[in-house]
C-alpha cells in the first residue's frame, strides 16, 4: 500500500452533507501526521478527491489499516468497500483568503467570489468556515453590488438552463406556510394560456409537505433534465422535483449553515432565491412572501425593503421580479401533509362546492399576475383570465395532461386511521399555530407516509360549538396516531379558542 | 420507557470537544421530533443534561431503542451503558441574541459576554455559533472596552485562584518555537529568590512537546489545586499541567474554533492569554514575543499593538504586564521532543560546559526582567541577580526542590534508536525551519514517547562540511525512525545549506 493509504469503509453514519472521515487515533496515518479529531483531512484515490472532517475511533469497529466514510463521504468520493484511500492534510484554501480580505473591510468582488462559490460547492469549504462567511454576510453585510456578483457566483459554478423559449415564467414563495401549495394550480393555468412555466420544486426539509411531496402523490416528479424538457416542450409546464438538476449547489451548502444559525441577510436570501431561478432559466419571477407573526417575514417594513433587494437584483441578473404579500397567519385550504394538500388542490382545480375558497383565491391571484407579468393578459386582466381558465375546466385538463407527460396521473392515497380532536368549549376562533399543526402533521408520519397528515375543519374567526371537530389527524399506524395525539395533549392547544367572546352577547348587560 | 427515551451506548468515537450522538434515521426519536442530522438535540437523564450535535446512522451497529455518544458526549453527560436517555429539541439558547445584537452594530456589555461564555464553557454553543461570534471579533472587532469585558467574562465563568502572597508572578509565551523550554530554568531562578510563581503549562497540541511534556519527564505535573498549593507554600515555585484547573474553560472551546478558521482577531487572544493568567491568581505576567518568519507573530508592528492591546486590559484587570520580543528565527537549545528538552535544561542548571548557550540567555533574560517587575531586583540589575543565582546553584538546588515536592526527580528516558542526517554538502547553514523540525519530532514519536524527537547539532550561520551531522533523529522503535526518515527524505531540508557561500572565499578574485 502506499504511504498514508488506507482501507475504504461504509461506516453508514449520515452527518448531512458535511462529509466526515473515521480513524482509529493509533493508527499510523494518525500518529504520522499528527491528526486530531475534527482536523480537516483531504482523502483521495486515483485522482478523486474529498475534504472531510477527522473523526477518531478508539472502539473496536474499525481497524488499524481501515479508514470509515460518512453516508456524504462515501457519495462524494464514489467510494467502494476494500478501496485504498490515501489521507493527507489538506491544501490551503485560496479562496479562503478571500473571508480574511472581506474581514479586514475590503468589498468582495466577482472573481473572489467566484472563487469562493466552487470551492463551496465542491464541499471543500468547513462549516465552521461557511458559517464565518455567513456571519460577514449578516444583516446589510453585503451590498448590493456584492448580493449580484454573489448570485452570479452561485448561479456560474452550477448548471444553467436555457429553455430556446420566451418568456419562461416561474414563481417562488418565502418561507413556508402549511397547505399553501398554489403551485400545482398556477403551473397548469398558466401553462394553459401559452405560457412556459418550467416549475422545479423541492421536497420537505422541516415542514410537513414540499411541493415535490404532495405532486408526488398525483405524478412522478423525479424527472431527469431530458424528461423535464420533453414534459415542457409537450405541455408548457411541469412541477418536478429540483433536485437532479444541480442548479446553484452551494445555495445548498450555504442554507445547511444559516438555518441552525438563525442569522438574518437580506443579501444571503436574495441571492439564494434569484440564483436559482436564474439557473432555471427563468426570466420573469413572482415572489409570494406571506406576512405573519411566524412566517420568515413578519413585518410590512421588512417585506418591503427585501422586495425592493429581490426587484434590483433580479434586474442586474436580467431577471423581472414582482412581489406579493399575501396573508400568513393561518394555514392556507384545509390538507397539511402530501396527500390531505393534493386532495385541496384536485378540489379546486375540479371546481367542488367544498373546494377550498382562499387556495382557490390565491392561486388565481399568483396567476393572474404572472399572466400579466408574461404579457398574455393586459394590466389589471390576469385574475379574470386565470378565473376563465381555472373554470371552463382548461386548467384541470391541463393539469391531468401535465401529469400524464411526467409519467401518469395517480390517485392520492388515504390514511388507514383518523381521529378528530375536538372543542374544549364554546367559542371563537382566536389563532391557529402554524408551527404546531406542521409538527403535528410530521409526528402523523407527513411526509414520509404521503397519507399522513392533520385536515383543519375551521379557520380563524370561525364559531365552533363544544365537541365540534377542530382538525383530523390522519396516520399510516396506530402507534404514529397515538403519537401526535399524545404530543397534542403535551402541548398548548393548536387551534385557539376565546371562550369569552362566545360569552359577551350572553353577559353584557 | 418514557417519551423519547433510548439506551445509552458508547460509541468509542473521538469528535474532539464537540459531543456527537448516534440514533438510527428510522427510530421513533428521530420520526417524532422530526430530527435532521446535523441538528442540535439536548439529552438529559436524572437532571443531568447535555447539548450534542445528531449524526443519523443507517448501518446495523446500532439498534432503534439506542443512542451511541462520542467520547465526549459520553464524558461531558457522566453516562454509563444502558442508562435512560431522552433526546429533545433543545431550549433557545438566550444568549445568541447577543451575536444577533452585536452583528446588527450594537456592542457587547459584560453581561452579555458573561451569559455567553457561560454558555459556551459549558458547551451548549455549537461550532458554527462560535465560528459566527470569533468572526464578530476578527481584527479589531472588539474594542479596548469590550475586550476587558470579555477577559473579565472568561475569568468569572471558571475557577480563579488566590494564593494569599504577594506579589504572584508568571510568564507566558506566545506562539511555539521548538526548544524554547526557558520556564524550567525561570521558575526555579525566580522561587529561588523568594519571589512566589505558581506555574500552569500546557500539553503540546500541535507541537512537538508542551513545557508540561518536558517537565514531566523529570517529575510528576497532573496535580490537583492542594497539591500545587502544598509545592508552592512549600518551594514558592512549581510546573505543573493546568488542565485539571477548570480556569477560563470557555477560552478552550474558542480556542478549539479560531485554529482551524485562523482568523486573527488581537481582542480574542489577550483575552485568552489574560483570562488564563488572571484566573491563576497571577499579578505580575512577563509575555514572551518570539518574532520570526515562522512564528505567530511576525513583525514588530504587530508586536508593538499586541503588546499594548496586552498592557492595557492587563491593567483594566489588575495586572501588570510587560511584554519582550525575542528572536523567533531557529530552535532553541539542541533539543525537540520532551526528553531531550529536559536535558538541554538540566544542562543549563547543572551548569555543563555544553550547555546550550542560547537558551541559558534567554532564560537569563526572562528570569531578570521578573526579579524587576517583582521589585526583588532593582531596575536593569535583574540579569545580574539571576545570573549568580544560576552560576552557585541555587537554581538547580530550587529545581530539584520543586521536583521533589510535586512528587520525586525523575531521570529522562533516552530513546532505543538514533540516526543522524548529515550534511550533503561543504557549506553555510542559512535557514533551519522551525515548522519542520517539530514535524519531524513529532512523526518519531514524540511527545507520546517522551525519548523521541530531534536534536540539532548546528545553528543558523555555522559552516558545516559535507557528512557533518546536521541533526539526530531519537526513537523508540525502528519502525518510527524509519517513518521519520522517509519523510524527512520527502520534504525541502529542514536545515538549508549555501554551498556558494563556501565557494565564494575561493572564486572571488
Known sequence: MSFNALLARR?????????????RSDCDVCKAEGFQSQAQVEVTSDGRHLLAVLHQVSGNWLRNDEIALSESAWNLMGASEGDELVVRHPPVLDSLTHLRSKLHGERLHYAALRALMDDVSRGRVPDIHLASFVTMCAGDGLDLEETVALTRAMVDVGERLD????????????????????????????AACGVVMPKTSSRAITSAAGTADVMETLAPVDLDLAAMRRVVERECGCIVWGNAMRLSPADDMLIRVERPLSIDSEGLMVASILSKKAAMGSQRVLIDIPLGV??????????DRLSR?????????????????????????RGVG??????DVMAVLERRADAPQDLR????????????????AAPERGNLMAREVLDDGRALAKFIAICEAQGGLRVPPRAAHVRSVRAPVDGMVSAIDTRLVARTAKLAGAPRDPAAGASMHVRVSDRVKRDDPLYTLHAQSLGALQYALSFV???LPIVRIDAGVGMASVTAP
Open 361 to 376: 383565491d390565491r392561486a388565481l391571484l399568483l396567476a393572474g399576475l404572472i399572466l400579466e407579468m408574461s404579457g398574455k
Open 338 to 343: 402530501p396527500a390531505l394538500e393534493a386532495m
Open 309 to 333: 433587494g429581490l426587484v434590483s437584483v433580479g434586474a442586474a441578473l436580467g431577471l423581472q421580479v414582482q412581489t406579493v404579500f399575501t396573508d400568513g397567519s393561518q394555514p392556507v385550504g
Open 163 to 190: 429553455w430556446g423559449m420566451s418568456p419562461v415564467v416561474d414563481k417562488h414563495c418565502i418561507g413556508g406556510l402549511p397547505g399553501n401549495r398554489t403551485t400545482l394550480i398556477v403551473v397548469p393555468i398558466v
Open 294 to 303: 411566524l412566517t420568515k417575514v413578519r413585518s410590512p417594513a421588512a417585506a
Open 489 to 491: 395533549h403535551s402541548q
Open 11 to 23: 461506516a453508514g453514519i449520515d452527518t448531512y452533507q458535511q462529509p466526515v472521515v473515521y480513524l
